[in-house]
């Protein structure tokens, strides 16, 4: 609904009701949001709190670049502004958070830091906060993850490449450009074979490969029969770029795709197959990311991701409702 003109200015010009306290104080307007008004009041009470909490990061990080007092003031603004959105919107929603809800939340949350009532209420009482603004602003947050569940978790996905890129990222494990993860399964030939003892490697060699072709795991076979190198890892060689890959090896790395197993091919001194581990299960084996870890990472990451959709949501309820700056 769009505050018609005359009416708008109006109550620019009208001040509101104060208490005594407040007589030396001008309650106008500063700002309209749809059919709602912004109050200097209003906006003089965020820009307090934004302010102690620049105060509050000044203090934990000296020599740290602080905004100005006209840039508070817009912040103040914004902050109000889309404010005013969001319980317009859980109106239009309507949504609400009953009694019971909110003394449920308020409950696990002690009992998720082991929290006495006492406690927690003395907690509050360390930070400035009443019972009444902390369950005031946990409301808030309830409505907001009712209305992120409602318009903007559906849009949200995480996939497995995005969890092991963090996790890679996080821990250094990132392969290089061009790197591939193998598993390799090696039969030695004795020095000074004939060309008869050489075919019974090859022939062994190929009856292990068709075992792994056939569903056999091929780390349980590295660990029973292989004698080259990461047999007791299940023949996992790691990360490696194919140029450094003996020439036999890197024709038959040519040949894969992720998953498959070569063909036995032969190499100085034995004779060798292996496997070309897909992009997921190399970062799984070479970070140690476990289904755990993974699932926590996922939910790190959506967090993060609904914040910021929620954040854009906001802007896009923003731009299409009625806003008018009077006074910053």
């Not at 002690?110 to 009482?125: R, Y």
């Not at 890892?233 to 770029?241: A, C, E, F, I, T």
Request: with cysteine; proline share 4%; glycine share 6%.
């Amino acid at each position: 609904m769009r505050v018609r003109p005359l009416f708008l200015a109006w109550l620019c010009c009208l001040p509101f009701l104060v208490t005594p306290a407040q007589a030396s104080e001008v309650n106008r307007v500063v700002a309209v949001v749809g059919d709602e008004v912004i109050t200097s009041l209003d906006l003089d009470k965020v820009l307090r709190q934004i302010q102690q909490q620049v105060e509050s990061a000044a203090a934990a990080r000296p020599g740290e670049a602080t905004p100005s007092e006209g840039q508070m003031r817009r912040m103040a603004m914004d902050r109000l502004i889309e404010d005013k959105i969001f319980d317009q919107e859980v109106k239009r929603a309507k949504l609400g958070v009953s009694q019971a809800e909110l003394d449920m939340y308020v409950d696990r949350i002690k009992n998720a830091n082991q929290m006495s009532n006492e406690e927690f209420l003395a907690q509050l009482s360390r930070r400035g906060v009443t019972p009444e603004e902390y369950k005031e602003d946990l409301k808030r947050e309830i409505l907001k993850h009712k209305l992120v569940e409602r318009f903007v978790k559906s849009r949200v996905v995480i996939s497995d490449k995005e969890v092991e890129s963090f996790y890679a990222q996080q821990t250094g494990g990132a392969p290089a450009e061009g790197q591939v993860r193998l598993r390799a399964v090696f039969l030695k030939v004795a020095d000074g074979a004939d060309q008869a003892q050489e075919d019974q490697v090859r022939a062994q060699a190929q009856k292990l490969r068709d075992k792994v072709a056939g569903g056999a795991d091929i780390a349980e076979v590295a660990k029973n029969y292989s004698q080259g190198p990461g047999a007791d890892q299940g023949g996992d060689l790691g990360l490696v770029s194919p140029n450094d890959l003996l020439p036999s090896m890197r024709h038959a790395l040519g040949q894969l795709k992720p998953g498959q197993i070569s063909p036995v091919f032969q190499v100085p001194g034995a004779f060798a197959f292996m496997q070309l581990v897909d992009d997921k299960a190399a970062k799984v084996v070479a970070s140690g990311l476990t289904p755990q870890l993974k699932e926590q990472i996922r939910q790190r990451l959506e967090q993060e991701t609904l914040d910021k959709r929620f954040r854009e949501w906001l802007r896009e309820l923003r731009a299409k409702s009625y806003v008018r700056v009077i006074e910053q």
